[in-house]
């Protein structure tokens, strides 16, 4: 984070020492003090909804495991190439 500026500081100081504006808070009185409790109805739904549960679609977990097979597949020779390069220039 960056420092502050120096107006920013000064802005600040402003602040600080600016006086704050006073809080009136409503005042409670003997009558506004007792309130009577609230009333409340729940009314159920007649009918519920059915849940549908989604089972996974198995042609698209067979594309994602081909994916991932001929990734794997591919790294795999992308590293022996590599390991072919070193060693031809090494000499090894």
Do not use: W
């Amino acid at each position: 984070m960056p420092k502050k500026t120096r107006r920013e500081k000064i802005l600040a100081e402003q602040r600080r020492k600016a006086p704050s504006p006073e809080r009136s808070f409503p005042s409670v009185t003997a009558q506004n003090a007792i309130q009577t409790p609230g009333t409340f109805s729940f009314q159920a739904s007649p009918h519920l909804i059915p849940r549908h549960i989604e089972e996974p679609d198995t042609h698209e977990l067979s594309v994602i495991q081909h994916d991932l097979t001929k990734t794997v597949i591919l790294a795999a020779i992308a590293i022996f190439i590599e390991l072919g390069a070193y060693m031809m220039l090494h000499g090894k």
